[in-house]
């Protein structure tokens, strides 16, 4: 099963991230994250074992409490950079108490075999993939012309664990656990 660790967003913000897509989506041919699997990522764990599962949740479940934050979304950029996109995200405005959790939890599956990350954690939302040659000029107009990149603020309270699925018509995530923060 590929698995990975992070946050949904709350209704509001969810819908004005949608709201941002049904705009955007005309501009440009690229893969668009459905609304269904947009979150915040804070583990990518990738293939891991089932019969192992019941293990990984117990250590998910011991990590330190941080307590609930809040998070925001704001802001659009380009990974790796705006020259050469390979990747559209909306920005998230977090906390220190997000980078910790994704290092506490870095470091606590790694002990159960997860391979460790090599890049520092910059948590984002990813709205779509770009893959070269696009044609990205309308969106990069559309980009500049929104009236605002603040698509909303929630409290996160939950850090839940996914599993990412591919199935006929695409990706699916689903929630297999939730942790509470506090």
């Not at 991230?17 to 583990?43: F, V």
């Not at 990974?79 to 290092?103: I, K, M, T």
């Not at 470091?107 to 520092?120: H, T, Y």
Request: charged share 20%.
């Amino acid at each position: 099963m590929r698995l990975f660790c992070g946050f949904s967003l709350a209704y509001q913000v969810r819908r004005n991230i949608e709201l941002l897509l049904q705009h955007l989506r005309p501009q440009a041919d690229i893969s668009w994250t459905p609304s269904d699997n947009l979150h915040i990522t804070t583990k990518f764990i990738g293939e891991y074992p089932d019969e192992r599962l019941p293990q990984l949740r117990e250590t998910i479940g011991a990590l330190p409490p941080t307590g609930a934050f809040k998070l925001g979304i704001r802001g659009i950029g380009w990974f790796p950079n705006p020259h050469q996109p390979r990747v559209l995200f909306a920005g998230v405005d977090a906390p220190p108490a997000l980078s910790e959790l994704a290092s506490s939890t870095d470091a606590a599956l790694a002990a159960l075999g997860v391979k460790l990350e090599s890049r520092p954690y910059n948590p984002h939302l990813t709205l779509g993939r770009i893959k070269p040659p696009s044609d990205l000029a309308n969106l990069r107009r559309a980009i500049a012309a929104l009236p605002s990149s603040d698509f909303g603020v929630f409290n996160a309270s939950r850090h839940l664990l996914y599993l990412s699925k591919t199935e006929p018509e695409g990706t699916r995530y689903s929630v297999l656990a939730e942790f509470p923060l506090t």
